[in-house]
């Protein structure tokens, strides 16, 4: 709607321009937070203690829970891009922005605002997660006989930030990898979807599709790292959680006594593997289209060009 009047009188050059584009950034990943932690949360807390499950400790009693996690997050994604796409191209993860600065032209100087705003929301999302389910929290914790910071901390810790599955016995190759792959197939998937030059995702349903990429990735990687597969969505939380009494099962990212540092695998490998991603995608897809650009493919009509191209 074009004639809703703004709630505050803001000049031109507060949120015409970069302004505007990280406040967009910061609802964006604030929506994104809300609802993905938010369904871990429900998943851990609030379902068992609200006596819809076994007993008040029983979760993922079936492998089909992950279904929950992996829907809920999905959901997150496409609401958070539909929320900011249209004024910062809801990129909502500072792996996308680090992705788009190398070969989508997104300008340099954006990335540090961007990547700010991100992280600030991811934050914030995390602090509402909490203020809505600390009762469930408090009251899981007591069901099992531990504390935030106790043995079994990390099972709380797990509605805002990831750990690594105890089968990497405290090696950090792995869930390091994990990563990068995950983030890789995200950003590849990413700019399939909003590439015009390829089959075009039509009826404004991109935010849809790259909400179920993530679900994709969560339902086939997830297990292995949390998938985070996006540093402000692991580290605000993880800091966020840091204060909020986890204390170092968040940071540093003390897991079992496994991983004394685990923190900054889920911020580096990711920015690492969206850049991979993107390259991939250029180098296979990319610079084919490049190449065809102009040639309409044999059968399609002038109209059919002229849809897909707008």
Known sequence: MTD??????????SVGGIGGECLAEFLGTFVLIAFGDG????????LPGSGRT???????????????IGWGWALAVTFAVYVAGGVSGAHINPAVTLAFAVRRRFPWKKVGPYVVA???????????VFLV??????????????????????????????????????????PFVDQVVGTAFLLMFVVAVIDLRNTGVKA????????????????????????????????????FAYF????????PGTVDGAFATYFWIPVVAPLIGGVIGVLLYDVFIGDVLHVRAGQEPPGRTQSDAEVAHN
């Open 4 to 13: 809703v009047a703004p709630v505050w009188s803001r000049s031109h050059e």
């Open 204 to 239: 404004n349903l991109g935010p849809f599709v790259i909400g179920l990429a993530v679900f994709a990735i969560g339902l086939s990687y997830g297990a292995n790292a949390g998938y985070a597969i996006n540093p402000a969505r692991d580290f605000g939380p993880r800091l």
């Open 39 to 46: 369904v871990v949360a429900m998943a851990v807390a609030g």
């Open 244 to 251: 909020a009494g986890w204390g170092q099962v968040a940071l």
């Open 133 to 174: 389910y600390h009762d469930a929290i408090n009251a899981f914790n007591q069901a099992i006989g531990t504390t935030r910071t106790g043995p079994k901390g990390n099972i709380t810790f797990s509605i805002f930030a990831t750990f690594p599955a105890p089968y990497f016995n405290g090696g950090w190759v792995g």
């Open 118 to 128: 991100q992280t600030i929301g991811a934050f914030l999302g995390a602090a509402l």
């Open 54 to 68: 076994e007993n008040p400790t029983t979760i993922f009693l079936a492998a089909g829970d992950w279904l929950i």
